[in-house]
Nanobody
């Protein structure tokens, strides 16, 4: 079955960096575009970034453009999100998902605080 396992979250100071990973299994990862989403406490889940199946095309929410980078290694069935210049408003649970599937992982908590 489809499985998505996010990792790499944690507590970081404003201005710091984190790299999130999403290990995928149970589907043809290399054939699917993939996205990162996040949900802050008391807020709706929001889309963060998208990458196409081959990894050559990316798109970002305005709020993270220029600070976050989405990437993938299809040979490892893994999706990444490099997050730089983190702000307190980036605090959320981050999850990965294929737009073509309904499955979600458990997410990984990112907290940006001094």
């Amino acid at each position: 079955q489809v499985r998505l396992v996010e990792s790499g979250g944690g507590l970081v100071q404003p201005g710091g960096s984190l790299r999130l990973s999403c290990a995928a299994s149970g589907f043809s990862f290399s054939s699917h575009p993939m996205s990162w989403y996040r949900q802050a406490p008391g807020k709706e889940r929001e889309w963060v970034a998208l990458i196409n199946a081959a990894g050559g095309i990316t798109n970002y929410a305005d709020s993270v453009q220029g600070r976050f980078t989405i990437s993938r290694v299809n040979a490892k069935n893994t999706l990444y999100l490099q997050m730089n210049s983190l702000k307190p408003e980036d605090t959320a649970v981050y999850s990965c998902k294929s737009p073509r599937l309904s499955n979600w992982g458990q997410g990984t908590q990112v907290t940006v605080s001094s």
